[in-house]
């Protein structure tokens, strides 16, 4: 199972990205799929989650100007940022437990994509 992250860059503060991590392999049915961020130095922190039945979970720095989604058709979980903060500067990991035909279930990460926030 592999997870593919995208649409993270450089924004100034106060505007907005949109991140998308598609999961694709032998698949079953995705789980819970979240979206994490890690600054240098730092560990690694959960920014939001949503679980199969579309029910999101958000860490307090996000609440308000972060929106978790998800197509189960297309095993896709998206993250609208709004109203970004030089803070919010990280790179975002996506993850996701998938029950699957190989491995029964397991817990995946993607690569990571750079969200800048410029003062």
């Known amino acids: 199972v592999q997870l593919q992250a995208s649409g993270g860059g450089l924004v100034q503060s106060g505007g907005s990205l949109r991140l998308s991590c598609e999961a694709s392999?032998?698949?079953?049915?995705?789980?819970?799929m979240g979206w994490h961020r890690q600054t240098p130095g730092q560990q690694r922190e959960l920014v939001a989650s949503?679980?199969?039945?579309?029910?999101?979970n958000y860490a307090n720095s996000v609440k308000g100007r972060f929106t978790i989604s998800r197509d189960n058709s297309k095993n896709t979980v998206y993250l609208q940022m709004n109203s970004l903060k030089p803070e919010d500067t990280a790179v975002y990991y996506c993850n996701a437990g998938v029950f699957g035909p190989v491995v029964q279930y397991g817990v995946y990460w993607g690569k990571g994509t750079l969200v800048t926030v410029s003062s």
């Open positions: 392999g032998p698949i079953f049915t995705v789980n819970t």
């Open positions: 949503i679980t199969n039945g579309g029910v999101p």
